[in-house]
Structures are given as C-alpha cells and as structure tokens.
C-alpha cells in the first residue's frame, strides 16, 4: 500500500519560515518525481516545486511566484521528501499537497495534504 504523509503545515507570520515534510512508503522512492503542489478553495491545484533524481543529481525547479523563497529536497534513502520555506507570504495559504510520479509505471499519488496558514 502506498502512502505518502505529509507533516508540519502551521499558522506563521508573513515573514517567517516553515519546513513541510512528506514521508513515503510502498514505493521505489528514487524512480518517482516528486512535487509539491498547493490549493485555496476555489482554484485549481498548483505546482510549487519538483524535484527528480537522475543517478546521484537531483533536478529541481520551482514555480515563479516562489524562486528565491523555497527550496525542494528529497533524502532517497529515508523516503522522504521536504520544501523548506522562507519569506512566507500570505499568498502562500494553502493546503499543501505531496505527489509521487512516475510516468513509466503510470503511477500517480497524493498525500492528504497539510495547511499553512501565513497570516499578515
């Protein structure tokens, strides 16, 4: 069974800075991109940052509105996958989402996803 758990969504000031977490199990970690994406009610899911492994390099990159500000890693041993964010924005409110990916298998998983709340 495939699961992927996110962790540490928090209500933080603009300004400040949050570190999410997403542990995953039941998967191959290193042959899946990995991405982390963001919602508000009412619009569609966004793409935040990805990353993807190619033998011992990773390749991220990252939406506009957050280059400079976040930064994607992923520990391929541990299964884990993190988005350290700094210079949080109240824009950035959200509920934060960790995918795995990869097109090969024709697998696709979400978390369940975890809030951040940046208040002004």
């Known amino acids: 069974q495939v699961q992927l758990v996110e962790s540490g969504g928090d209500l933080v000031q603009a300004g400040g800075s949050l570190r999410l977490s997403c542990t995953a199990s039941g998967i191959i970690f290193s042959i899946y991109t990995m991405d982390w994406y963001r919602q508000t009610p009412g619009k569609q899911r966004e793409l935040v940052a990805t990353i993807t492994s190619l033998g011992r390099t990773n390749y991220a990159e990252y939406a506009e509105s957050v280059k400079g500000r976040f930064t994607i890693s992923r520990d391929n041993v541990k299964g884990t996958l993190n988005l350290q964010m700094n210079n949080l924005k109240p824009e950035d409110t959200a509920v934060y989402y960790c995918?795995?990916?990869?097109?090969?298998?024709?697998?696709?998983?979400w978390g369940q996803g975890t809030q951040v709340t940046v208040s002004s």
């Open positions: 995918h795995a990916s990869n097109a090969r298998r024709g697998d696709d998983y």
